[in-house]
């Protein structure tokens, strides 16, 4: 089993060197689909495609088996000007791979292609499917919610992220709202009109202090943010609008909307959200997979960080190689080692897998 593993590692690597030499930003990802898209092929594995998003389901399939899905993804972001290395030049200097995309989330893409593989002929107690999605850097929606429905019922999901290969059983959603307090314009040298910052200020002092009661024991409280304000026309007019933003990271204790709701009972601006659907998301402690990691040795913990995984509603665990510190980051790069343990401990953790 060992040199079956080795050489799907092999070729995890390979490709994963390709993909790095072929740019793919969020919603330019055709050229990384067309690899992903020969590569499965290549290897004798019927594949479908959906836009930039690639996938394939297990030979043996069986309608009365539960169905587990490996999901990562192989849109980046663009790089920044402080790299020193060349973003798509897939560097290797001994063990370390550089490159743009390599650790978030090439390397997690990689290795559950090389899992899949593994399992694509032989008889589990699962269904598998594994899709290699695009625009999750965006949260967009020609990514994996676009195929969601094709894939039909889902009973788990592995995300792959980097997590050095540690099991996120929890993650932070998002929601982005739009706060537009209301007054009206008078002069400022006179004790007139009604003045729409005031206001704001108001509500940004109750955002600032506000603490959500319930709080999740893996991801700690719910978080608000005011990352944006925007008032007045001119120093001698009281201004009769002001705009924020604000950004709040829910956890699993309360869905979305009902910290929508909680917000504009308290605010006095006008509460609009640019969506909902990125919500918190998570599995169980007592899940059969979360302990079987466990048995392996992996730490569990909450993921400050979002991911497609927001988007699924089903349950899910994060987990894939790499370090989530390097993600965005500036000469950004994966171990051929982390690629090579992250598969075998995937394996491992499929191997006699049953929920």
């Known amino acids: 089993m060992s040199e079956i593993i080795a050489r799907l590692s092999d070729d995890a690597i390979a490709l994963l060197q390709q993909l790095i030499q072929t740019p793919s930003f969020s919603r330019e990802e055709t050229g990384t689909a067309d690899i992903l898209e020969q590569f499965l092929t290549l290897h004798g594995i019927p594949v479908q495609r959906r836009s930039n998003n690639v996938w394939a389901v297990s030979k043996n399939w069986d309608a009365t088996k539960p169905t587990l899905l490996l999901n ?5 972001v663009k790089p920044g000007v402080a790299w020193t290395y060349p973003p798509f030049g897939a560097t290797l200097e001994g063990d370390k791979l550089t490159g743009l995309g390599s650790n978030d989330a090439g390397a997690s893409a990689v ?3 090389a899992v899949f ?17 695009a625009e999750e850097e965006v949260s967009g929606a020609n990514g994996v919610k676009s195929i969601l429905p094709e894939l039909g019922k889902i009973d788990l999901g592995i995300v792959g992220e980097p997590t050095g290969m540690n099991a996120a059983v929890a993650e932070k959603g998002l929601l982005v709202l739009d706060g537009v307090a209301r007054g ?18 108001d509500d940004i002092n109750w955002l600032r202090a506000y603490q959500f009661p319930n709080v999740s024991e893996m991801l700690g409280p719910v978080k608000m943010t005011v990352t944006q304000i925007s008032a007045g026309t001119q120093h001698n007019v009281v201004p009769d609008e002001c705009r924020y933003v604000v950004d709040v990271r829910p956890t699993e204790c309360y869905t979305n909307e009902e910290i929508l709701e909680i917000i ?44 497609d995984q927001a988007l699924m509603r089903f349950p899910t665990l994060k987990m894939g190689p790499g370090d989530s510190a390097r993600s ?6 994966i171990l051929l080692s982390e690629i090579r343990a992250g598969i075998a401990d995937y394996i491992e953790l499929l191997t006699d897998f049953n929920f």
Request: aromatic share 8%; net charge positive.
């Open 72 to 76: 990562s993804h192989h849109d980046t």
């Open 111 to 113: 290795s559950l292609l």
């Open 264 to 307: 504009r009972a308290n605010v006095q601006a006008d509460i609009t959200p640019r969506s909902t659907h990125l919500q918190s998301s998570g599995l169980p402690l007592g899940h059969p997979l979360v302990q079987k990691a466990v048995a392996m040795g992996k730490r569990t913990y909450g993921s400050p960080t979002l991911s």
């Open 184 to 201: 009206r314009t008078g002069h400022a040298a006179r004790n007139e009109g009604d003045n729409a910052l005031y206001k704001a200020l």
């Open 328 to 333: 965005h980051a500036p000469d950004e790069y």
């Open 117 to 133: 593989r593994y399992f694509y002929n032989q008889p589990t107690a699962f269904n598998l499917v594994c899709a290699i999605t």
